[in-house]
């Protein structure tokens, strides 16, 4: 036998025997053929070992809860009302009252014109309408009429008279050059916020396209694209969250579903258009990208953490504590959100879902050290 064959004496008389090479080998095979045979068939075998994992696990206790079914889509944010502004007359500008970025409240003065060639003008036509009406006066006076009996005069008679005085001209001319003084004056329509800010003092209004732009950003809606498929999950939702990439780990704004374009585009994609609820929302920006978050709340489902679900053997698998021992399971997914999904098959209320320390784990291997949910 090879025991006998191989053994030989030291120099100080003891035998070294290879028996204990020889068991060791031997155990090995047994252990190794035993091993192969545990666990789910089907299972890979280098996984399906008897062993145990020094390293805690934690594991939470599986009920049946509310999910919050999540579509995830980029969108972009644009203001209701924003407008070009510009005087309607050129001129020489006087004065810029603002500056990007301010706030102004509807009404404030934001620029204005030299105002002397209009002022002059202003004076020339109120000179020119008391002209007027002295000689509609003398009119009246000549066709045997008083000025104070204007109310009972024949409508004739006034037309005539106002024709060759030149009053209503007068009239007319006096309030081309009232508005002309008045805009002069560039003030906001409505309350926002300055952008664009173009023009500069002592230049001609004429040598720029519009003087600022001016943007309410308490009214903001936010424009995003949808699968055709998608649809039906927008409409039954209605409400949305959004939130711009620049902030990460903080509560969104939630803004209500407005319309839905009737048409789809050559990637199958429909367009949807939501209004943010009115606030003070300071931080988001016209034409600001955002991080678009749809959600419907399904009661009754399983909801583990995306953390317990693993990739398999091209399945997913999620691990439970069976009397200190971690259990393979395949599972179906039937929803997803940010952080989690919901088991639609594989799972039952009670079993206890590892969710931390659960990615080394094999079939039938010993846990030593859990912490329960």
Same mark, same amino acid.
């Given at each position: 036998?090879?025991?006998?064959?191989?053994?030989?004496?030291?120099?100080?008389?003891?035998?070294?025997?290879?028996?204990?090479?020889?068991?060791?080998?031997?155990?090995?095979?047994?252990?190794?053929?035993?091993?192969?045979?545990?666990?789910?068939?089907?299972?890979?075998?280098?996984?399906?070992?008897?062993?145990?994992?020094?390293?805690?696990?934690?594991?939470?206790?599986?009920? /049946?809860?509310?999910?919050?079914?999540?579509?995830?889509?980029?969108?972009?944010?644009?203001?209701?009302?924003?407008?070009?502004?510009?005087?309607?007359?050129?001129?020489?500008?006087?004065?810029?009252?603002?500056?990007?970025?301010?706030?102004?409240?509807?009404?404030?003065?934001?620029?204005?014109?030299?105002?002397?060639?209009?002022?002059?003008?202003?004076?020339?036509?109120?000179?020119?309408?008391?002209?007027?009406?002295?000689?509609?006066?003398?009119?009246?006076?000549?066709?045997?009429?008083?000025?104070?009996?204007?109310?009972?005069?024949?409508?004739?008679?006034?037309?005539?008279?106002?024709?060759?005085?030149?009053?209503?001209?007068?009239?007319?001319?006096?309030?081309?050059?009232?508005? /002309?003084?008045?805009?002069?004056?560039?003030?906001?329509?409505?309350?926002?916020?300055?952008?664009?800010?173009?023009?500069?003092?002592?230049?001609?209004?004429?040598?720029?396209?519009?003087?600022?732009?001016?943007?309410?950003?308490?009214?903001?809606?936010?424009?995003?694209?949808?699968?055709?498929?998608?649809?039906?999950?927008?409409?039954?939702?209605?409400?949305?969250?959004?939130?711009?990439?620049?902030?990460?780990?903080?509560?969104?704004?939630?803004?209500?579903?407005?319309?839905?374009?009737?048409?789809?585009?050559?990637?199958?994609?429909?367009?949807?258009?939501?209004?943010?609820?009115?606030?003070?929302?300071?931080?988001?920006?016209?034409?600001?990208?955002?991080?678009?978050?749809?959600?419907?709340?399904?009661?009754?489902?399983?909801?583990?953490?995306?953390?317990?679900?693993?990739?398999?053997?091209?399945?997913?698998?999620?691990?439970?504590?069976?009397?200190?021992?971690?259990?393979?399971?395949?599972?179906?997914?039937?929803? /997803?959100?940010?952080?989690?999904?919901?088991?639609?098959?594989?799972?039952?209320?009670?079993?206890?879902?590892?969710?931390?320390?659960?990615?080394?784990?094999?079939?039938?291997?010993?846990?030593?050290?859990?912490?329960?949910?």
């Amino acid at each position: 036998m090879l025991f006998f064959s191989i053994a030989r004496r030291s120099k100080s008389g003891n035998i070294i025997s290879a028996s204990l090479f020889a068991l060791s080998v031997l155990n090995a095979s047994c252990n190794q053929t035993s091993g192969n045979s545990a666990g789910e068939s089907g299972l890979d075998s280098v996984l399906m070992g008897v062993s145990s994992v020094e390293e805690s696990i934690r594991y939470m206790v599986l009920q /049946e809860t509310k999910f919050s079914k999540e579509l995830l889509a980029n969108g972009k944010l644009s203001s209701t009302r924003k407008a070009d502004l510009k005087f309607k007359t050129p001129g020489i500008i006087k004065e810029v009252l603002v500056r990007e970025g301010e706030h102004v409240q509807a009404g404030q003065l934001l620029a204005r014109l030299d105002e002397e060639s209009a002022i002059a003008s202003l004076n020339a036509a109120r000179l020119s309408h008391e002209q007027a009406v002295l000689d509609y006066e003398d009119q009246l006076l000549r066709s045997g009429y008083k000025i104070n009996d204007t109310a009972r005069l024949p409508a004739d008679i006034k037309a005539v008279a106002r024709l060759r005085s030149g009053l209503g001209r007068a009239i007319l001319n006096l309030r081309q050059v009232e508005n /002309e003084l008045k805009e002069t004056k560039l003030v906001a329509p409505f309350s926002g916020i300055i952008a664009n800010l173009r023009a500069m003092p002592f230049n001609n209004s004429n040598s720029y396209e519009f003087i600022c732009s001016l943007i309410d950003d308490s009214h903001m809606e936010v424009s995003f694209k949808v699968l055709e498929q998608e649809l039906p999950f927008i409409r039954r939702s209605g409400l949305i969250t959004i939130m711009p990439f620049s902030q990460r780990g903080e509560s969104g704004v939630i803004a209500r579903v407005q319309s839905i374009n009737p048409l789809v585009d050559g990637a199958g994609m429909i367009e949807v258009k939501a209004l943010l609820s009115d606030g003070g929302h300071r931080e988001l920006l016209d034409g600001m990208n955002v991080r678009v978050h749809v959600q419907q709340q399904l009661a009754g489902q399983l909801v583990v953490p995306k953390e317990a679900v693993l990739d398999r053997q091209n399945r997913k698998v999620v691990f439970t504590l069976v009397d200190s021992l971690a259990q393979w399971n395949y599972v179906e997914i039937g929803g /997803e959100n940010s952080s989690q999904y919901a088991i639609s098959k594989g799972l039952k209320s009670g079993d206890k879902v590892i969710y931390e320390g659960n990615f080394n784990l094999a079939h039938d291997k010993i846990i030593h050290g859990t912490k329960g949910q």
